[in-house]
């Protein structure tokens, strides 16, 4: 059936005719691009093992090949977080600009006293009605610059054991109170960034862990982010939308 839904699709839509960015989309809308992913969100609900074949047949088709780089954060770990936490309504939002690169993603995990040890984050969301107001500093964050939108791990309880005090959210790196800078190496390059967050408020429909529970979600991302950096496919279940 894939095999079928691939050929169509081919029959339909010939990569060499049109821009990369119009053709990703149209793979997005026709669910071949995470088969495993449910319909409607970029897949068609399938094995993962089949990605590859979709993948040779888009090449023979004269399709570019499909470049992680370009959008590495979002694809790599943003895409599977987002498919088995977030609501229904976040991921038709996110998950189609994330595919193209429309809307580049980062990660504020890591903090100044947080880096190995990530569940001493330090970062704190105060809830306040149903926004979360956040104050806290994240760094080593590869495209916060570029950024639409961030995986954010914050402590909510601090009373609790480190790894039970987490929550975690999407930010919208447009929200007032984000300030992105440089971090200069000796040779002047900057690939990272560090993030000061300053009273920034985030509505609770973006957060997508339990508050206190953000710890099993940041486990989905970092699964996939070593995935990712070993240049391998990610050993997750078969897509789901989680909340």
């Known amino acids: 059936a894939v095999v079928d839904a691939v ?95 429309d809307e580049i993603w980062c ?21 306040d009605g149903d926004e979360w107001i956040v104050d806290g500093q994240k760094v080593w964050t590869s495209l916060a610059h570029l950024s639409r939108w961030a995986m954010l791990l914050v402590r909510t309880d601090p009373t609790a054991p480190k790894h039970r005090g987490m929550t975690y959210f999407i930010l919208d790196m447009t929200t007032p109170g984000i300030d992105v800078r ?26 997508i862990s339990e508050p206190g529970d953000g710890w099993s979600v940041a486990r989905t991302t970092l699964t996939n982010e070593r995935t990712a950096i070993g240049g391998k496919d990610a050993p997750r279940e078969d897509g789901h939308i989680g909340r």
């Not at 440089?182 to 957060?207: K, S």
């Open 182 to 207: 440089p971090l200069r190496q000796a040779t002047g390059e900057a690939h990272f960034n560090e993030v000061f967050l300053n009273g920034v408020r985030i509505p609770d429909a973006m957060r």
């Open 107 to 127: 990660q504020l995990f890591s903090e100044p006293g947080a880096g190995s040890d990530l569940a001493n984050v330090a970062t704190k969301a105060v809830r």
């Open 7 to 101: 050929s169509r699709f081919l029959t339909d839509n010939d990569p060499t005719t049109m821009s990369d960015k119009e053709f990703l989309g149209r793979r997005f809308d026709a669910g071949l691009a995470w088969i495993d992913f449910p319909v409607g969100f970029g897949g068609l609900g399938g094995p993962r093992s089949l990605q590859r074949i979709i993948e040779q047949a888009m090449q023979r088709a004269g399709a570019t090949p499909v470049d992680s780089m370009r959008n590495p954060v979002g694809l790599g770990m943003g895409a599977p977080t987002v498919v088995h936490h977030a609501s229904e309504e976040l991921a038709h939002r996110v998950l189609r600009p994330l595919w193209t690169a």
